[in-house]
Nanobody, 121 residues
């Protein structure tokens, strides 16, 4: 069973940047696509970005396209989310997830505990 641990969240001013990391252990990380989702208070979990197993193909939610970049380092069993030009509406708990190549959260079979991102105006 793959375990996922996110890090890198925090408080940042609007227009700033953060880089989230998700470290995987306990499984064949490089065999699976990976995704990032966010969940704001009182809202449903939303798709942010996904990357294929080789890191050669990505796709993004329209709200983050051009500002966020997903990448992975299979040698380090880690997937990243570089977030630039952050906006207050990006404030949420961010989760990484394994196994889906989809915007639908239940297509993913393992989840991290989440990391809080707060963007102040």
């Amino acid at each position: 069973q793959v375990q996922l641990v996110e890090s890198g969240g925090g408080l940042v001013q609007a227009g700033g940047s953060l880089r989230l990391s998700c470290a995987a252990s306990g499984g064949a990380f490089s065999s699976y696509p990976m995704g990032w989702f966010l969940q704001a208070p009182g809202k449903e979990r939303e798709f942010v970005a996904a990357i294929n197993w080789r890191g050669t193909d990505t796709y993004y939610a329209g709200s983050v396209k051009g500002r966020f970049t997903i990448s992975r380092d299979n040698a380090k069993n880690t997937v990243y989310l570089q977030m630039n030009s952050l906006k207050p509406e990006d404030t949420a708990v961010y989760y990484c997830a394994k196994g889906g190549w989809s915007i639908v959260s239940n297509e993913y079979d393992s989840w991290g505990q989440g990391t809080q991102v707060t963007v102040s105006s």
